[in-house]
C-alpha cells in the first residue's frame, strides 16, 4: 500500500513565523502535490511537482512556496505565516496515470 | 481549467438504503479519468473507486457502482446498502492525461447515514 506521511497532525504557530509542513511518500511517485481544505471550498490546489526540484503553481500559491530536493519528500513552506493560512492542510502523491494518495492531513493554526 | 461541479452539499440515507451522489464535470478532452475520494471524519482522504473515460462499463467496487454518462458529461456514484462507516465527505475529481498531473476536484458532498 502507498503511504504518504505527513510530518505533523496538529501544529500552532504564531503570526509572521516561517512555517514548514513536510510530507513523504513511500512509492517512488513523480507527482506530489499541496492542498489547502476550508469548509464549502472543497480542495484548493496552492502547488505541485511532477519532478524532483520542478514545480508548478496552482491555484492559491500566494504566501506559500515549496521544495522537492528528492523524490520522496515535497515540503510546503509559509514564508512569513498569517491567521488567513489557518487551514487543514493535505499532501497528495500520485504516478503519471493512477490515483492520488493523500496523508492524514496537517491541521494548522496560525495565532 | 476543467470544473467540476458537485451539486448536493449534504446528503443523508437511511441505513441499508441506496443513496447516489451527483457529479458533473466540465471538459473538451475525449480522455481522462474519473475518480470518487472518501474522506471520513478522521481525515485521511482516500480512492472509493475509479473510472476510464474510454471504457463503458461503469466501473464497481462491491456495493460502489458509478454511472458514468460521457455524452451527459455526469458521473454519479451510488451506495447499495449504506452502512454507519459510509458516513463521510465525498468528493469527486477528474483527471486529465494532456495536463497530466493535475486533479481538479469537486466542493464535496457531505453523506450522513440515519440508523
Known amino acids: 500500500d502507498v503511504k504518504v506521511t505527513q510530518s505533523s497532525r496538529y501544529l500552532v504557530k504564531r503570526t509572521g513565523e516561517k512555517v514548514f509542513l513536510e510530507c513523504v511518500q513511500d512509492?517512488?511517485?513523480?507527482?506530489m502535490f499541496w492542498y489547502r481544505q476550508d469548509p464549502g471550498l472543497g480542495l484548493r490546489l496552492i502547488y505541485f511537482s511532477y519532478d524532483v526540484k520542478m514545480k508548478e503553481k496552482g491555484d492559491i500559491p500566494e504566501g506559500y512556496s515549496v521544495s522537492r530536493e528528492k523524490k520522496e519528500r515535497f515540503s510546503l513552506i509559509l514564508e512569513s505565516a498569517s491567521t488567513n493560512q489557518t487551514s487543514m492542510y493535505l499532501c497528495?502523491?500520485?504516478?503519471?496515470?493512477?490515483?492520488?494518495?493523500f496523508g492524514d492531513g496537517t491541521r494548522l493554526s496560525i495565532l | 481549467a476543467q470544473t467540476v461541479t458537485q451539486s448536493q452539499p449534504e446528503m443523508s440515507v437511511q441505513e441499508a438504503e441506496t443513496v447516489t451522489l451527483s457529479c458533473t464535470y466540465d471538459?473538451?478532452?475525449?480522455?481522462?479519468?474519473l475518480f470518487w475520494y472518501k474522506q471520513p471524519p478522521s481525515r485521511q482522504m482516500i480512492l472509493v473507486i475509479r473510472?476510464?473515460?474510454?471504457?463503458?462499463q461503469n466501473a464497481t467496487e462491491n456495493r460502489f457502482s458509478v454511472n458514468f454518462q460521457k455524452a451527459a458529461k455526469s458521473f454519479s456514484l451510488k451506495i447499495s446498502d449504506s452502512q454507519l462507516g459510509d458516513a463521510a465527505m465525498y468528493f469527486c475529481a477528474y483527471r486529465s492525461p494532456l495536463t497530466g498531473n493535475q486533479f481538479y476536484f469537486g466542493t464535496g458532498t457531505s453523506l450522513t447515514v440515519i440508523p
Open positions: 497528495a502523491s500520485s504516478s503519471q496515470r493512477g490515483p492520488q494518495h
Open positions: 512509492m517512488d511517485h513523480e507527482n
Open positions: 473510472q476510464e473515460a474510454y471504457k463503458q
Open positions: 471538459t473538451s478532452e475525449s480522455d481522462y479519468y
